[in-house]
């Protein structure tokens, strides 16, 4: 029933590791969105997409990439992992402009562990 | 640095009393205002928004200011019960290339005690 599905809850990755987070939303939304949550920075905005096979960068871009291959997934990209990039990291989806079309629709969350 | 901002990372009330959260912004072009609550292991979802052509919003027992010449807004809660105890984040955006892209505060942690 969860309209935005994040995969997996949990991983750990070994430092310069590629790691692949992995989101699916059945809102028939057309934006989404990859955050970041640590302690002391709420969340933070690394990527986002308002159509597919196009992404834009968000606020704290680098050492990520993401990827839309079609409306309903959203992938985010750690090419070489490292320790600063240990955190807990939310997709989300939104309709788009105007009134209750921009309420976010977050995920589970993945909880990325690097050591 | 950082443009949305909670400054009191945690605050507790007395079951039945009045929670006031608060969020300072810098950036006068945002338009739109919103609080997202969030409970531990959990995903934040919205609890109220509003936009700036409107100063306050009233949703039962949640109400929201907004004072934009002070770049300020701020969530009251009436009636604060044990289950409001969770996360508070504000978040504010305005309208850029088709959507609202959010920037959030660090988040304030209210605890409501019985």
């Known amino acids: 029933e969860a309209a935005v599905t994040q995969s997996p809850r949990s991983k750990v990755a070994v430092t310069g590791g590629k790691v692949t987070l992995s989101c699916h939303q059945t809102?028939?939304?057309?934006?989404m969105y990859w955050y970041r949550q640590d302690t002391g920075h709420g969340l933070r905005l690394i990527h986002y997409?308002?159509?597919?096979?196009?992404?834009e960068k968000g606020d704290i871009p680098d050492g990520y990439k993401a990827s839309r291959p079609s409306q309903e997934n959203f992938s985010l990209i750690l090419e070489l992992a490292s320790l600063s990039q240990t955190a807990v990291y939310f997709c989300?989806?939104?309709?788009?402009?105007?009134?209750?079309?921009?309420?976010?629709?977050f995920g589970s969350g993945t909880r990325l562990t690097v050591l | 640095g950082q443009q949305v901002k909670q400054s009191s990372p945690s605050l507790t009330v007395q079951e039945g009393g009045i929670s006031i959260l608060n969020c300072d912004y810098e950036?006068?072009?945002?338009?739109?205002f919103a609080w997202y609550k969030k409970y531990p292991d959990n995903s934040p979802t919205l609890l109220i928004s509003?936009?700036?052509?409107?100063d306050k919003r009233e949703d039962g027992r949640l109400t929201v200011f907004l004072n934009k010449s002070g770049k300020h807004f701020s969530l009251h809660i009436t009636a604060s019960q044990p289950e409001d105890t969770a996360v508070y984040l504000c978040?504010?955006?305005?309208?850029?290339?088709?959507?609202?892209?959010?920037?959030f505060g660090e988040g304030t942690k209210l605890t409501v005690s019985s």
């Open positions: 997409s308002y159509v597919a096979d196009s992404t």
């Open positions: 509003v936009r700036s052509n409107v």
């Open positions: 950036n006068d072009m945002f338009d739109y």
């Open positions: 989300a989806s939104s309709l788009g402009t105007g009134g209750s079309a921009e309420t976010l629709y």
């Open positions: 809102n028939n939304h057309d934006y």
């Open positions: 978040a504010a955006g305005m309208n850029q290339g088709g959507s609202a892209k959010l920037i």
